[in-house]
């Protein structure tokens, strides 16, 4: 089993009074808190290492990351407000079955008038010879 070396720190105190109040949080202690914060910087070093642009140092590819995050919120925000916005425009077009009908029965008598009005401005006998259907005189 491999021993910890042990290595002096030297911070600002109010670095480590914020360190300090991180680990009672946590419930660890400050060098348990020191060494978890490193390790999970190297995890985000390494996350960010492989991604695609090598030439960007942590902080700004932290940075290009958080202002992604932001803009993506802001659209998903848009779109709920939209889906809220569609959502209050279907329930203002609902009709009920009555009205369903209603409009149903009033577009029948619309086409019953129109179709009256053109077969009576067509000449005589046309749709009976367009059927082949001679009529009885």
Known sequence: M???AP???RMAPEIRENLEKEAE???RSLQQEIL???DKFQQIENLLASSLSDNEDVFMQVANALR??????SRAEEIQNLKKRIESLMSSVKLTETDRFMTISSNIESI???LKKIISVMPDGYIEEKN????PT
């Open 36 to 38: 978890f914060r490193l």
């Open 2 to 4: 491999s021993r910890i």
């Open 112 to 114: 019953e008038v129109a």
């Open 25 to 27: 949080k946590s419930k």
């Open 7 to 9: 290595y002096p720190l």
């Open 132 to 135: 082949g259907v001679k009529k």
């Open 68 to 73: 992604m995050a932001k803009v993506s919120e």
